[in-house]
C-alpha cells in the first residue's frame, strides 16, 4: 500500500505563492493553534508487532504511535530489533518498547540500549513494579519517555504519576476477563489524574472491542492502543453500509 504524502511531497504539487495557497495557510495556521492540546486530545496506537499491519493502516494519517509486548513480538516470528527497525523505518514517531530486568538497574541499562538504538521514537515500557517505578522515575528524570504497563489500580496509577511516568497503561480486557471492570478503572484513574492536576497520560491498553474504545475516550483516556481489528472495526456500521447501497443505485438510476 502506498505510504501517506509527505510534507515535501505536498509541496511539490502546489504554488506556494498563490493567494489561495496563502489564505489556507492562514487558516491552517489558526486552526492548529485552536486545536493542539498535546495533552488533551484523543490519540490512537497501533498495538501490534505485524509491520504489515502498521504499514497499511499509516495511510489513514490516524496512527500517533505503535504498542507491542513481549507477547506480541514473539507473535511475529521475528527478531525484536527487526520489528522495531521496521516500525521505525515506517516514520513511526511513538514505539513503545517493553524492556525486561531483574531489579532498577538491569531495566535502566536495557531501556538506555533502546533509546540508544531508537532513540527518541522509543518510549520504554516498564513494568509497574517497585523495580520499574524507580527506573522510571530515574528515565524520566533523563527526558526519557516512559510508559508503565500492566496497571490494574487506581494506587499503581498513584506511583507511576509519582515518578513521572509519560503514559500508564491500564489494562481494559484483562480486568474483565478477572471479572474486574477496566472501564471502571479508566474512569477513576482518569477523573484521580484530573483533580490532581497529573500530566502522565492515559493510554487504555488491552482494548478487545470497539466499544471500549469509546467508553474509555468518554471517561478520559489520552490514548487507546488498539489491535488493527478493532481499527478496522472503528468505521463500520450496518446502516452506514445499507444507506450507501442505496445511495449508490440511486447515484446510477
Ligand atoms: C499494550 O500495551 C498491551 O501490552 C496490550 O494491549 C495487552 O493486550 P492483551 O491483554 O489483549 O494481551
Redesign the pocket.
Known amino acids: 500500500m502506498d505510504s501517506p504524502l509527505k510534507g515535501e511531497d505536498i509541496a511539490y504539487f502546489v504554488d506556494n505563492s498563490s493567494p489561495l495557497y496563502i489564505s489556507r495557510q492562514r487558516f491552517r495556521d489558526s486552526y492548529n493553534t485552536y486545536t493542539q492540546h498535546p495533552n488533551n486530545v484523543m490519540k490512537l496506537f497501533l498495538?501490534t508487532a505485524i509491520v504489515s499491519d502498521i504499514e497499511d493502516r499509516l495511510p489513514t494519517g490516524l496512527i500517533a504511535g505503535v504498542?507491542t509486548?513481549p507477547?506480541?513480538i514473539k507473535k511475529s516470528e521475528r527478531e525484536p530489533w527487526e520489528v522495531y527497525t521496521d516500525i521505525v523505518e515506517l516514520g513511526i514517531e511513538d514505539l513503545?518498547i517493553e524492556v525486561n530486568g531483574q531489579d532498577s538497574k538491569e531495566l535502566v541499562r536495557n531501556a538506555m540500549t533502546a533509546h540508544g538504538n531508537y532513540g527518541n521514537v522509543a518510549t520504554i515500557?516498564l513494568p509497574c513494579t517497585i523495580e520499574g517505578i524507580k527506573a522510571c522515575k530515574y528515565l524520566s528524570t533523563i527526558g526519557i519517555r516512559v510508559n508503565m504497563?500492566l496497571v490494574f489500580s487506581e494506587s499503581q496509577a498513584i506511583l507511576c504519576a509519582l515518578a513521572n511516568a509519560t503514559y500508564i497503561?491500564p489494562?481494559i480486557?484483562?480486568m474483565d476477563d478477572n471479572s474486574l471492570s477496566g472501564l471502571s478503572l479508566i474512569r477513576s484513574i482518569c477523573t484521580l489524574y484530573r483533580t490532581q492536576q497529573i500530566k502522565t497520560q492515559v493510554l487504555a491498553?488491552?482494548?478487545?472491542d470497539v466499544q471500549s474504545v469509546g467508553k474509555a475516550f468518554e471517561y478520559g483516556a489520552d490514548i487507546c492502543?488498539i489491535p488493527p481489528k478493532v481499527f478496522d472495526s472503528m468505521v463500520s456500521h450496518v446502516l452506514t453500509d445499507q444507506g450507501l447501497e442505496q445511495f449508490n443505485r440511486d447515484f446510477l438510476a
Open positions: 498495538d504498542t509486548n507477547t506480541l513503545s515500557k504497563t497503561s489494562f480486557g484483562r491498553a488491552s482494548v478487545r492502543t
